[in-house]
């Protein structure tokens, strides 16, 4: 399925070696703690601001739904997308 396909992972996000500002809102709003779920909830969220980037809150929950996290919880998580989505 991904033959002939741009597949992007979050090492791209950076341009000229400064953070992607959703991964310094991550940073920002504490919603970065062990590192497992980060790669996955970041490229979600990253996937969803791409879309719609104003999306609800209920938009962001729904996104981030595949995605696992039991060291912040999703509140950081949310907040996070929230105020990248802001600007």
Do not use: W
Request: with cysteine; charged share 20%.
């Amino acid at each position: 399925e991904a033959q002939d396909t741009r597949v992007y992972t979050i090492e791209g996000l950076s341009r000229n070696g400064q953070p992607d500002p959703l991964q310094l809102a991550f940073v920002n709003h504490g919603a970065i703690q062990c590192g497992y779920c980060t790669p996955g909830a970041l490229m979600s969220a990253k996937g969803l601001l791409s879309r719609n980037p104003h999306p609800s809150r209920e938009e962001i929950t729904d996104a981030l739904s595949g995605n696992l996290c039991r060291c912040t919880g999703y509140q950081k998580i949310i907040d996070a997308v929230e105020a990248a989505a802001k600007g």
